[in-house]
């Protein structure tokens, strides 16, 4: 029986858990700094497999009583005590520096591969170049989800992930087999990439672009069916491709432009996790999935207007509610005392 730790409470992190405690595996998460604990169980789960060529594909749904785990922690010692066969990180990109710090610190306890699902380009460079002793694997993973109240979950597999590591050795490779084996047992598209490094690039361009509709709160289809913010969304792809062509990211740069479009397009109209957070007035991953292109065009000096002003608008709205927040905390702390 697999012994699987997942750090992260979120949509995904609960269809991982879920899915693999269906395939007879031990399932402890971990929530991210002890705050996110996802009190109420998902009673349905629908997975929505869209193919590369069309806008649609199978609709997969399960129901159930509940995601029963065979733990829940909120600390890292006690939690990597466990002793998994594998190890996920399944949070979003402004908590995994704080993950990887804390892994970092607890590493004499790390015994199995560790994946980390990104979202961003560079933010856990760091953990992955340390070593640690074990293998740590990149996983790109393009979905969507929607979570309708707290209850039902809708998953969107856009199209085929990939998984892969910095230095393939033997031990890599199998553990990369290890993971994929699970991974697609549990419903989750997944391929051995052995070029991660430029899946990555390419993900966390689709991410920037994408991030131009947390500025008007809508879905991908509608800001790519009008004209203004379809115009800056391409003039992101535009600064990302060069970047990523004078950094040897990007190969064929036309191509890429033209991939990176049409993945857009095939994105149904639900709002990302972006959205939403801007929606529920919730600090954004915008910083994290941003900022390392804005270091990467200062490098190589190439000018980013577009990229650099989503970037100075969620970067005042971040300070923003995370000012907000403090002072709200505050506040009720003064008022219970």
């Known amino acids: 029986m697999l012994r699987i730790g997942i750090i992260g409470t979120g949509a995904v992190a609960c269809y991982l858990a879920y899915q693999c405690k269906k395939q007879g ?9 002890g705050i996110r604990n996802q009190a109420h169980p998902i009673r349905q789960i629908r997975q929505i497999l869209l193919s590369d060529n069309e ?21 890292y010692a006690d939690f990597l005590s466990k002793d998994f066969d594998q190890l996920y990180v399944c949070s979003k990109t402004v908590s995994n520096q704080y993950i990887c710090r804390q892994l970092s610190r607890y590493k004499y306890r790390l015994r199995s591969p560790v994946v980390i699902f990104q979202n961003g380009f560079a933010t856990e460079q760091p953990f992955i170049d340390e070593k640690l002793g074990v293998t740590v694997i990149r996983g790109v993973l393009n979905f969507s989800v929607v979570l309708h109240g707290k209850q039902n979950l809708k998953v969107m597999f856009l199209k085929t992930s990939y998984l892969g590591c910095v230095e393939l050795t033997e031990q890599a490779e199998a553990d990369i087999l290890a993971v994929l084996d699970l991974l697609n047992q549990a419903g989750i598209p997944f391929e051995d990439c052995e070029d991660i490094i430029h899946k990555v690039f390419a993900k966390n361009t689709l991410n920037a672009a994408a991030s131009v509709c947390g500025l008007i709160r809508t879905g991908v289809q509608t800001a790519m069916s009008n004209i203004g913010s379809r115009t800056v969304i391409q003039s992101i792809i535009d600064e990302c491709t060069a970047i990523g062509e004078k950094t040897g990211y990007v190969k064929d740069s036309e191509h ?36 390392s292109f804005i270091e990467l065009s200062q490098r190589v000096n190439i000018a980013t207007p577009n990229l650099e002003f989503v970037y100075r608008y969620f970067d005042f709205y971040n300070t923003y509610i995370t000012q907000s927040q403090t002072f709200a905390n505050t506040i009720l702390v003064e008022g219970d005392a």
Do not use: K, M, W
Not at 25 to 33: D, E, G, N
Not at 58 to 70: F, G, M, R, T, Y
Not at 274 to 287: M, Q
């Open 25 to 33: 595996c031990q399932v402890f998460l971990l929530s991210s700094r």
């Open 55 to 75: 806008n649609h594909g199978q609709v997969v749904s399960e129901n159930s009583d509940s995601i029963i785990i065979d733990g829940h922690f909120t600390d």
């Open 256 to 291: 890429f432009r033209h991939q990176s479009t049409g993945y857009l397009l095939s994105i149904p109209d639900v709002n990302s996790s972006l959205v939403l957070d801007v929606i529920n007035g919730r600090e954004t991953e915008a910083d994290t999935l941003l900022a």
